[in-house]
């Protein structure tokens, strides 16, 4: 018997706070993104899908059911599918969301194996009926769950390599969907492995927490390296989608790990990281989709090297874009500083703790996480220096206007938690600690994180200190003093001069830094992975006059052509064959009857 019960424990309750912050600002942005862009019927079915989207995410956080969740999981992806395609007269979209239902339900086929498992020794869909098997489940079934789990969740966040859909579907669709789809539902995954991987099934090896950290260290090196090299501006922030997942899943292998290490303080704080990043990666994200979605709206391109000079055209989206930018580089003393910073510390703690290979092995995921961060400064110094600085590079970005004040208001909102959530990191992490408690089984009352008003303290006896508050008065104040000087010495007598760049004073769009001369030496320091390849045209009037010179770059995508592309030729092989036996004949087909109720009956004499 199925029940339909509800579940508000901290992990669901902390869920359902994510959905909303994301999804009321979102909704509010769409009155005006989607006036003007359909008719008034495809804005009813835009606005009916997207409460859908939102039930459906509820449900999925809150259902203590499996076979309800598997429902509501069907759903989601179905809704998410739709809205994907909704600009059905774009080619790109059929394509994208044909890509991400196909993917979307190979995740789907191994959570329903991971769930008839665990329905096989519980006999019941109930969470804690199947949490009680667990602890008698043997632990070569455990593994093989595991996996299973690892790779249907994996598939919904974009896990690399499984990431394959979600460059494709969050740019096509509607700018308010891609912000809910990155910042909410790719994180119903992560509520999906630790509900029923911590929670439920509970930590049965070390070399699980090391598997999902190995998968988050190439998740962020792969996201943030692939946003570095594309100047689609909404494909960009769906790169760093798979890079924050990886930052994301970096707390919650290292809680993993800790757990089965004996380790109840670890294994709580790097929850807490991980959480903190989900919740922080959800406001800046969607944030800057709606700030993508403003360009577009404005511009009606996504190519930021046809963009330029919208700081003085779009003022306040620029300056919601850099907030979110600043953000998502983790510069203090905003929320993405904050959360990595944990998790950097979950590291360090973790390595000083650890013995043998496990400290190396901690040490070289911190390095990484370090690394992920500085590309992705660069990138988005890139994303928005080439967006919004210098001159226009085209017609469009010459008639920019600033969009509607509904649009704002959704980008002020999550502007303003991109800050807040920064500057409230104590508080935040208290509530976060309850929330990770619970989700791990742990008891935190007798822990100490040394939090007071302001000063985050990791673990009492290490000399290691963080407070956001104090830090953004350190910037005050030093941005006050700089000012200060400033007008000390503006009251001399000005000297100015042209502006003068190799021979030119009168600059041009021409003349600018374009995104690709930016990318350039990750391009070329990334090279073993990217195989860059570049096509030259020249159009001369004379041997020795070039009329015009046309330079291609572009890079391989590895997962594509050496993964995906086999397997989807191979499918298209099988199909062919399974053509040959199908060719229409009524005899033939009574022939293949024949001869599988033959098999039948000669297999059930034997058994």
Not at 76 to 98: C, N, P, R, W
Not at 160 to 173: D, T
Not at 241 to 256: D, P, R
Not at 267 to 273: C, K, P, T
Request: net charge positive; proline share 3%; aromatic share 14%.
């Amino acid at each position: 018997m199925v029940n339909f019960n509800l579940l508000f424990d901290p992990l669901s309750i902390f869920f359902l706070f994510v959905i909303f912050i994301i999804s009321l600002p979102s909704a509010v942005y769409s009155l005006g993104y989607l006036k003007g862009e359909y008719s008034q019927g495809k804005v009813t079915l835009a606005w009916f899908l997207l409460s859908a989207f939102v039930l459906s995410m509820v449900l999925v956080v809150t259902v203590s059911n499996i076979f309800i969740f598997l429902v509501a999981w069907e759903i989601m992806s179905l809704v998410s599918y739709f809205l994907v395609v909704f600009d059905t007269e774009h080619e790109k979209s059929i394509q994208a969301g044909l890509i991400y239902i196909v993917m979307t339900h190979i995740g789907t086929a191994f959570l329903i194996a991971a769930f008839l498992v665990m329905y096989q020794y519980a006999h019941s869909f109930d969470f804690l009926a199947i949490k009680n098997a667990c602890q008698t489940m043997p632990s070569q079934v455990k593994n093989i769950v595991f996996i299973l789990l690892l790779i249907g969740f994996g598939t919904k966040a974009g896990i690399v390599p499984l990431h394959i859909w979600l460059p494709y579907a969050h740019p096509q669709a509607p700018s308010h969907i891609s912000s809910i789809m990155s910042g909410v539902m790719i994180k119903t995954a992560i509520y999906g492995l630790i509900r029923f991987v911590i929670s439920i099934l509970g930590v049965n090896s070390s070399w699980w927490g090391i598997l999902i950290l190995v998968l988050a260290v190439i998740s962020c090196l792969v996201g943030v390296i692939y946003a570095l090299m594309d100047h689609d501006i909404k494909r960009l922030l769906a790169y760093h989608s798979v890079e924050n997942i990886g930052i994301i899943l970096l707390g919650v292998g290292l809680s993993m790990f800790f757990i089965n290490k004996g380790m109840p303080y670890l294994a709580v704080f790097s929850l807490i990281a991980g959480l903190y990043h989900l919740v922080n990666h959800a406001v800046f994200k969607g944030l800057l989709f709606l700030c993508a979605g403003s360009v577009y709206k404005a511009t009606g391109t996504r190519d930021i090297e046809k963009l330029g000079g919208l700081i003085k055209k779009m003022p306040q989206t620029a300056i919601y874009f850099l907030i979110g930018a600043m953000g998502i580089s983790a510069l203090p003393p905003l929320n993405g500083f904050v959360s990595e910073w944990l998790t950097l510390q979950a590291f360090f703690l973790g390595a000083f703790s650890a013995i043998g290979g496990s400290k190396l092995f901690l040490g070289v995921c911190a390095g990484m996480l370090a690394l992920t961060g500085g590309l992705a400064a660069a990138c988005f110094v890139k994303a928005f220096g080439i967006t919004f600085l210098a001159l226009p590079r085209s017609r469009h970005a010459e008639e920019a206007k600033e969009v509607s004040f509904s649009m704002k208001a959704g980008m002020f909102f999550l502007a303003v938690l991109t800050i807040i959530f920064g500057l409230a990191a104590v508080p935040i992490m208290g509530l976060l600690a309850k929330v990770a408690g619970a989700s791990t089984g742990i008891d935190i009352g007798n822990m100490r994180f040394s939090l007071n008003n302001l000063i985050i303290n990791p673990q009492v006896g290490k000399n290691i200190y963080l407070s956001t508050p104090l830090l953004a008065l350190a910037l005050v104040a030093s941005a006050a003093a700089g000012f200060s000087v400033y007008l000390l010495f503006a009251r001399l007598k000005p000297v100015s001069y042209k502006t003068w760049d190799c021979g030119y004073y009168k600059l041009e769009a021409r003349n600018e830094y374009t995104a690709t001369a930016f990318s350039k030496p990750f391009r070329i320091a990334f090279s073993f992975f990217l195989m860059p390849y570049r096509k030259t045209q020249k159009i001369r009037d004379s041997f020795y006059h070039v009329k015009s010179f046309a330079y291609e770059t572009h890079t391989i995508s590895v997962f594509k052509k050496y993964i995906y592309a086999p397997l989807v030729a191979l499918v298209f092989k099988s199909a062919s064959f399974m053509r040959r036996i199908q060719p229409g004949s009524i005899h033939l087909y009574l022939a293949y009857i024949f001869a599988a109720l033959l098999f039948l009956i000669i297999f059930m004499q034997k058994f």
